[in-house]
């Protein structure tokens, strides 16, 4: 249990900045973090590149954060969040499975287009699932945006409807992470014929009765 208590530590931001000059230093802070990961990439990130790039003495950054992992945490907290209230707000308005079928397809492109272009968000989410603390909030992310999905399509669902609607949107989140993650990974043509499978999957099986 105490190791267990150890890992959880290391992710874990020291301090929440509450006054605005420690905010500004937060935002300092990740803003160079950020910098950094597109000059040089996650792997070769440390800690004393990190305070000289936000102009800030080294123990002003241990202050924040007791090591990378939890530098990088805070980005994927970021990450996920963001992408968590842009789902909530694009699926806000769907009122039919026709709508939400062609939505959730567009968004299996979209996610693959925002992660293709933006190396910090392809850097903090590699880092997540090859990470054994990190993977864990990767999972709930996933966990998260089935919930949010859930609630907006589970009353589009057709009487007599069997299944678990609720756990296919999980497993169908889940999924679609590995299969942009192999996209990803993949020459272009190759991509683009792994995602155009997988969204004919997903309109042939999601709301299937």
Do not use: C
């Amino acid at each position: 249990m105490a190791e267990q208590g150890k890992e959880a530590n290391r992710l874990r931001q020291r301090k929440t900045p509450r006054q605005e000059r420690s905010i500004q230093r937060l935002e300092a802070i990740l803003d160079a973090v950020r910098r950094l990961i597109v000059a040089n990439g996650i792997g070769n990130l440390k800690m004393t590149e990190i305070a000289a790039e936000a102009g800030i003495p080294i123990g002003s950054l241990y202050q924040f954060f007791p090591e990378k992992a939890a530098v990088i945490r805070a980005l994927h907290d970021d990450l996920t969040t963001r992408v968590e209230r842009g789902t909530e707000q694009t699926f806000a308005e769907i009122r039919s499975i026709d709508a939400a079928e062609n939505l959730i397809t567009q968004s299996v492109d979209r996610f693959y287009e925002s992660f293709r272009e933006n190396a910090i968000y392809l850097s903090v989410w590699r880092a997540a699932v090859s990470d054994r603390d990190l993977e864990p909030l990767n999972r709930l992310h996933f966990e998260r945006m089935a919930a949010i999905l859930s609630r907006v399509l589970l009353p589009l669902l057709p009487p007599g409807f069997k299944g678990d609607f609720e756990m296919r949107l999980t497993q169908m989140v889940h999924l679609s992470g590995s299969v942009v993650r192999f996209a990803l990974s993949a020459d272009e043509a190759t991509a683009r014929r792994a995602l155009q499978e997988w969204k004919r999957t997903v309109k042939l099986t999601l709301f299937t009765l």
